[in-house]
């Protein structure tokens, strides 16, 4: 599972999450310390996702 890293606009503040890449697509990401939604997503190393497509 990839995890996803966050900056926020508002007060700065950076988090990460973990989650699915379906459940990011649909993901209204809020601050956990303002609530704010204007958040800036960083980019994120993460080791080689294979898309299986069967
Ligand atoms: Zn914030």
Do not use: E, W
Not at 2 to 12: A, G, H, I, L
């Amino acid at each position: 599972m990839p995890t996803y890293s966050y900056q926020c606009q508002v007060c700065r503040k950076s988090f990460s999450l973990q989650m699915t890449i379906a459940k990011h697509d649909k993901a209204r990401t809020k601050c956990p310390k303002c609530g704010s939604r204007n958040v800036q997503q960083s980019i994120t190393s993460f080791v080689a996702v294979t898309s299986k497509k069967s």
